[in-house]
């Protein structure tokens, strides 16, 4: 099965493909997990993917961080503009967005190194026993360059942040994943030149309906 | 003088490369103005300069839309991860984020369609007379994936989104400016190959010492 080859390369710290569906935001996302981050990755995902570059947390983890969603902040927050706060995209879901971190070690945080940097710090973050809440606070600072996005389980949400973090657990590994969309021109990258990009790269392409069938 | 050169520029919707200075990022930025925005301006940015593509908006502009930084709103809100506030980055200045912002009309935001219809949107706002506010409140939402900076004027900080502002306001254009970072392999692109880039490209590169001789 498909799914065993992409959590086979998962494990290997190769990069995977995942492609959404027609029906939501029919866009293919590359994906590889944060523990195998380097600087040539980043390079690779600002250059050949080209979308933001964020780091999906699971539920668990993410709370144990104390982080919560963005939209959460700014609804709370006191700020006039608190109503710009969006409960619903487009493709019908809510935002998977928490906040951006940046390492406290890094220079502007936005190089291939620094990213890396930032993205290696919370991998190995997540893999802690202690508490978490204030380390992330004593290590880490936002806004950053990283963004990261909170998972809400495949059965509520069916985006890339979720059957990135999906993938993570069947290949028993922390859920702490790296994405980044993949674009085309003026649009997403169509699903034929995703699946071209996979086969030239070696890639497993996965599709959103291999995680329900 | 090659400051008259950039105004000049940038006023024929030309991308200018601003380098802001050793002491400081030791990073290029190419910036272009709002209003001349189009998908393949974005591709442009995302393939060949590599980082964040951010919205610069003038402090008087930022007010009259409710604009506030994002580490006012994340210092406001409930999170108990507030303190991560960055109060200085490795460059010794406060972040210029505000928020990020996609504008209503947009399908996921992030290809170069939806980014460059939310920043021509942001930019037709900026010239509007009316309640920027009232009207940012309506037609944008957050979080998006064009990253609002304010500036604070040169007088303040010399980063990247005052010295671009600060080019806009010489042309007599609204303080609305379009910025993404230059990488290199891992680090910033170093000023030479930002100079060898302007060249090749027919861009003006301006220092940020040139705005205060």
Redesign the interface.
């Known amino acids: 099965m498909i799914i065993n080859d992409a959590v086979a390369q998962l494990r290997k710290g190769s990069m995977v493909l995942i492609y959404d569906g027609d029906e939501r ?1 029919g ?1 293919a996302d590359i994906i590889f997990h944060a523990k195998f981050v380097t ?1 040539d990755k980043i ?1 690779k995902l ?2 050949e993917a ?3 570059i964020c780091l999906a947390i699971e539920p668990m983890i993410a709370k144990r ?4 969603f ?5 609804a ?6 608190k ?4 409960t619903k ?3 019908k879901d809510k ?1 998977a ?1 928490s ?4 390492y406290k070690g ?8 620094d990213r890396a940097l930032t993205i290696k710090k919370m991998s190995e973050l997540a893999e802690n026993e202690g508490d978490l ?1 204030k380390e ?2 004593a290590d ?6 990283v963004f990261l996005l909170i998972g809400r389980g495949i059965e509520n949400r069916k985006g890339h942040t979720e059957l990135a973090l999906e993938l993570a657990k069947k290949a028993g590994l922390k859920g702490v994943m790296v994405l980044c ?1 993949m ?1 085309g ?4 990258l169509s699903k034929e030149n995703a699946q071209k990009y996979a086969e030239e790269n070696g890639f497993v392409f996965l599709e959103g309906s291999e995680f329900y069938d």
Do not use: Q, W
């Open positions: 935001e866009e600087p390079e600002r250059k080209g979308g933001l961080m104390g982080l919560v963005y939209t959460d902040i700014l709370s927050s006191d700020a006039e503009i109503e710009m706060e969006c995209t487009a493709y935002p967005f906040i951006p971190v940046n890094v220079y502007t945080g936005i190089t291939d190194n809440k992330l606070i880490f600072y936002s806004p950053g360059h969309e674009l021109k003026g649009k997403a």
